[in-house]
């Protein structure tokens, strides 16, 4: 069967998109990047916000519109939250809980009878990735989270923290290193929770991971900022894992973070970064802030800003407040309005864009080794990677030589013309 993959959201479901990927490649079907010549679409929502319910909602209507003929599957936080109210109209197929998506592939082969012959199925381990574009691979090696921030939905979505054996990980991403993936990212809903069921934690789990694979750079996704135990920035000392961490703060009032039942305060997380960027060289942290959160002053949402100017975060992932029902956030009282979410965003915003010019201004004249990660129509216009720090460069030295999925040495001259990324020119031609 021809099989289409359409994930939203976080990188964890990046990661399960992946191993679904694999998984039905492995039992004989093909994926297609075309929804409508698809024999079967599975979505993988999201409903971390109302904007990505509404974005979940509208992708399995056009799944549905674009291709009737087609079976749907479709497993995520939207699916699992509300499986019957939001999914029995769109014309799906089958739902697979959040608890039962690691067995998707299984579920999906045996209810929906997708079962073919066993000469037509790839060669054990062979991954489309590189076909695809994709030098970065998303590893999930954990699930759940047993805290409960007052506006996250996710806990709820997720269950109970679950960790992958040590032993199944360091699997994946020595056949990722075979296949020729240069680059792995460690996903979960709660990383730094990693081993709470199994007696172990994410440190160990990375100093495993660099002791028995090879791959050239490891990443991490967001860890929480109260995770972190003072040892955990002398892994960095091993060059494979990139300095690049994100640290959601969610915001810089400590009565706002008080009603959101974070587990950091503003003077604890500055003592984090201090401690962070005193080791770890050319350390890139970037984070997370809810704007407009339920009875959130002027003067909470200036400290907010103060704050995230003082840190100077290399980048921002702002997010509009919105009640999501299920949470506790939600039954708080004195709603920000619209109109003030739509003002302060924009201020983040433009605060944000100078902050990451600020940052990248200050590695001009600098060498770095840069994943090619994206061929351009056109070698000759130039290629785009990024730093071990995970700067985004434009290499607009002209060449006909395929970088793609290669390691290049380069030099940083300046910023581009959107001020997000650097122009560089090859050292190792």
Same mark, same amino acid.
């Given at each position: 069967?021809?099989?289409?993959?359409?994930?939203?959201?976080?990188?964890?479901?990046?990661?399960?998109?992946?191993?679904?990927?694999?998984?039905?490649?492995?039992?004989?079907?093909?994926?297609?990047?075309?929804?409508?010549?698809?024999?079967?679409?599975?979505?993988?929502?999201?409903?971390?916000?109302?904007?990505?319910?509404?974005?979940?909602?509208?992708?399995?209507?056009?799944?549905?519109?674009?291709?009737?003929?087609?079976?749907?599957?479709?497993?995520?936080?939207?699916?699992?939250?509300?499986?019957?109210?939001?999914?029995?109209?769109?014309?799906?197929?089958?739902?697979?809980?959040?608890?039962?998506?690691?067995?998707?592939?299984?579920?999906?082969?045996?209810?929906?009878?997708?079962?073919?012959?066993?000469?037509?199925?790839?060669?054990?381990?062979?991954?489309?990735?590189?076909?695809?574009?994709?030098?970065?691979?998303?590893?999930?090696?954990?699930?759940?989270?047993?805290?409960?921030?007052?506006?996250?939905?996710?806990?709820?979505?997720?269950?109970?923290?679950?960790?992958?054996?040590?032993?199944?990980?360091?699997?994946?991403?020595?056949?990722?290193?075979?296949?020729?993936?240069?680059?792995?990212?460690?996903?979960?809903?709660?990383?730094?929770?990693?081993?709470?069921?199994?007696?172990?934690?994410?440190?160990?789990?990375?100093?495993?991971?660099?002791?028995?694979?090879?791959?050239?750079?490891?990443?991490?996704?967001?860890?929480?900022?109260? /995770?972190?135990?003072?040892?955990?920035?002398?892994?960095?000392?091993?060059?494979?894992?990139?300095?690049?961490?994100?640290?959601?703060?969610?915001?810089?009032?400590?009565?706002?973070?008080?009603?959101?039942?974070?587990?950091?305060?503003?003077?604890?997380?500055?003592?984090?970064?201090?401690?962070?960027?005193?080791?770890?060289?050319?350390?890139?942290?970037?984070?997370?802030?809810?704007?407009?959160?339920?009875?959130?002053?002027?003067?909470?949402?200036?400290?907010?800003?103060?704050?995230?100017?003082?840190?100077?975060?290399?980048?921002?992932?702002?997010?509009?407040?919105?009640?999501?029902?299920?949470?506790?956030?939600?039954?708080?009282?004195?709603?920000?309005?619209?109109?003030?979410?739509?003002?302060?965003?924009?201020?983040?915003?433009?605060?944000?864009?100078?902050?990451?010019?600020?940052?990248?201004?200050?590695?001009?004249?600098?060498?770095?080794?840069?994943?090619?990660?994206?061929?351009?129509?056109?070698?000759?216009?130039?290629?785009?990677?990024?730093?071990?720090?995970?700067?985004?460069?434009?290499?607009?030295?002209?060449?006909?030589?395929?970088?793609?999925?290669?390691?290049?040495?380069?030099?940083?001259?300046?910023?581009? /013309?959107?001020?997000?990324?650097?122009?560089?020119?090859?050292?190792?031609?």
């Amino acid at each position: 069967m021809r099989i289409h993959l359409k994930t939203l959201g976080c990188r964890l479901n990046e990661a399960e998109m992946e191993t679904w990927s694999r998984d039905f490649l492995d039992r004989g079907h093909e994926i297609t990047q075309n929804l409508d010549e698809a024999d079967l679409i599975v979505v993988n929502t999201c409903a971390v916000t109302g904007e990505a319910v509404r974005k979940s909602r509208k992708l399995l209507n056009r799944a549905q519109r674009q291709n009737p003929c087609s079976k749907l599957v479709v497993s995520g936080c939207f699916a699992s939250l509300n499986p019957d109210e939001d999914t029995q109209s769109l014309g799906v197929d089958l739902i697979v809980d959040n608890r039962d998506k690691d067995r998707l592939v299984e579920i999906t082969t045996r209810e929906l009878n997708l079962h073919v012959m066993p000469e037509q199925a790839t060669a054990p381990g062979e991954s489309n990735l590189l076909s695809r574009g994709r030098q970065r691979a998303f590893i999930k090696v954990q699930d759940g989270c047993r805290y409960q921030c007052t506006f996250c939905i996710v806990t709820v979505a997720r269950g109970e923290e679950r960790s992958r054996p040590a032993d199944q990980v360091i699997a994946e991403i020595n056949l990722m290193a075979d296949q020729g993936i240069q680059e792995i990212v460690l996903t979960g809903v709660h990383l730094g929770g990693y081993g709470s069921d199994n007696g172990s934690d994410l440190s160990q789990l990375i100093r495993a991971i660099l002791q028995q694979t090879t791959i050239p750079r490891v990443r991490l996704g967001a860890v929480e900022p109260w /995770d972190i135990p003072d040892s955990f920035w002398e892994l960095f000392q091993n060059h494979r894992l990139m300095p690049h961490l994100h640290l959601p703060i969610q915001s810089g009032s400590d009565a706002l973070l008080k009603r959101m039942a974070r587990r950091c305060k503003t003077a604890e997380f500055t003592r984090l970064v201090s401690q962070a960027r005193s080791t770890v060289a050319d350390l890139n942290l970037t984070t997370d802030i809810i704007v407009g959160f339920p009875g959130e002053t002027e003067k909470e949402w200036q400290q907010t800003v103060d704050y995230v100017e003082e840190i100077g975060f290399s980048h921002l992932h702002i997010f509009a407040y919105s009640p999501r029902p299920g949470t506790r956030a939600a039954m708080l009282p004195d709603p920000v309005t619209r109109d003030a979410i739509r003002r302060r965003s924009e201020q983040l915003h433009q605060i944000g864009k100078k902050l990451k010019r600020d940052f990248l201004s200050r590695y001009i004249g600098r060498e770095f080794p840069v994943l090619i990660e994206s061929a351009p129509l056109d070698p000759s216009l130039g290629w785009n990677g990024y730093t071990p720090n995970f700067l985004r460069v434009e290499i607009n030295h002209p060449t006909k030589e395929d970088l793609e999925n290669r390691i290049v040495s380069v030099r940083l001259q300046q910023l581009s /013309d959107s001020g997000d990324a650097i122009t560089a020119i090859l050292l190792d031609e």
